[in-house]
């Protein structure tokens, strides 16, 4: 019984020493509670969340300064990803008379304090990449990217204006400098409305 008593012992001696081997130790608990933050959606996302849905966007574009502005309409599709850290924007049109498809993937990055995005069409083959700070109202998020430019062959900066108006509105403008212009000018505006 003495024995059957000190195997029991050290069973439940060896068990706590391998739960205390396996224990955090205070930096790992920082550490985990620090990634646990970083990953925890928040505001931000919440707002972005909001974004779901399908939309009509009239987009109104400008590639060169001494021609006039050209119009399309197109269909966008935003759908919330990774249990609401991110939004992927997907939109169809017709521009310059060809057949326009884009993808864009948005979010919050809790660890650099900024919204990032990533943008895809099938008018080129490069990433444009983008980071945004909102103003104090949290509605308008000012942009600043880069993209490689098919004209020149180099990274183009270019700077983006979201505006939310509210649910059922809001409005991204572009500006860049295109060939051709001595300075940052309007390119772009999509104002979307919820179908």
């Known amino acids: 019984m ?3 008593f000190a195997l029991a012992a050290l069973g439940m001696l060896a068990s706590a020493y391998a739960f205390a ?12 509670d620090k990634m646990a933050k970083a990953a925890t959606p ?3 996302h919440a707002m972005l969340a909001k974004m779901a849905g399908e939309w009509t966007a009239t987009i109104k574009y400008q590639m060169d300064p001494s021609q006039p502005w050209q119009t399309a309409t197109g269909a966008s599709v935003v759908t919330v990803l ?16 060809q ?8 979010g919050y990055d809790n660890v ?8 895809i069409d099938n008018m080129g083959t490069g990433i ?8 104090a109202s949290g509605k308008v998020i000012h942009w600043s990217g880069v993209m490689s430019d098919p004209v020149t062959g180099k990274a183009q900066k270019e700077r983006m ?6 649910d059922n509105h809001h409005t991204l403008d572009m500006y860049s400098t295109p060939p051709g212009a001595k300075k940052e000018m309007k390119t772009m505006t999509i104002e979307y409305v919820r179908k």
């Not at 990774?82 to 008379?97: F, K």
């Not at 650099?112 to 943008?119: A, D, E, L, N």
């Open 82 to 97: 990774m249990d609401g850290r991110y939004i992927q924007e997907s939109n169809t049109s017709v521009m310059m008379g």
């Open 112 to 119: 650099i304090g900024k919204y990032v995005s990533t943008w």
């Open 161 to 166: 204006v979201t505006t939310l108006t509210d």
């Open 2 to 4: 003495k024995k059957l």
């Open 42 to 44: 928040g505001a931000p």
């Open 21 to 32: 081997a396996d224990a955090p130790s205070a930096e790992q608990k920082a550490m985990m």
């Open 99 to 106: 057949p326009f498809s884009g993808m864009g993937v948005t």
């Open 128 to 135: 444009m990449t983008s980071t945004g700070t909102a103003d």
